[in-house]
Nanobody
Framework: QVQLVESGGGLVQAGGSLRLSCELS????????MGWYRQNAGTQRALVAQ???????TYADSVKGRFTISRDNAKNTMDLQMNSLKPEDTAVYYC???????????WGRGTSVTVSS
């Protein structure tokens, strides 16, 4: 099993920055993928950014150029640096871990981000 705990959420003004962190523990493999998802009220969780085991990042079009995902396998952490935040970025952000061999996914409980105008 894999356990994930997010932190770093909060309230910021538009144009500000936040850095989200995810601490992982359990059975971890470097080839597995990690990512950040977010969910607004009344919507399903959507991909924000993903980092494969090979280090290839993927971003949602809405955050390209503003968000940066990183992972540190030695520290078992994953971060999401969010710059130039917009009110549309307001959501609960979830850390995700995906076992590539099985497709099994693991989720954290989420951290709330609110961006004011």
């Amino acid at each position: 099993q894999v356990q994930l705990v997010e932190s770093g959420g909060g309230l910021v003004q538009a144009g500000g920055s936040l850095r989200l962190s995810c601490e992982l523990s359990g059975m971890l493999f470097s080839i597995d993928a990690m990512g950040w998802y977010r969910q607004n009220a009344g919507t399903q969780r959507a991909l924000v950014a993903q980092m494969t085991g090979s280090g290839t990042p993927t971003y949602a079009d809405s955050v390209k150029g503003r968000f940066t995902i990183s992972r540190d396998n030695a520290k078992n952490t994953m971060d999401l640096q969010m710059n130039s935040l917009k009110p549309e970025d307001t959501a609960v952000y979830y850390c995700n871990y995906r076992r590539v061999k099985t497709g099994t996914t693991f989720w954290g409980r989420g951290t709330s981000v609110t961006v004011s105008s």
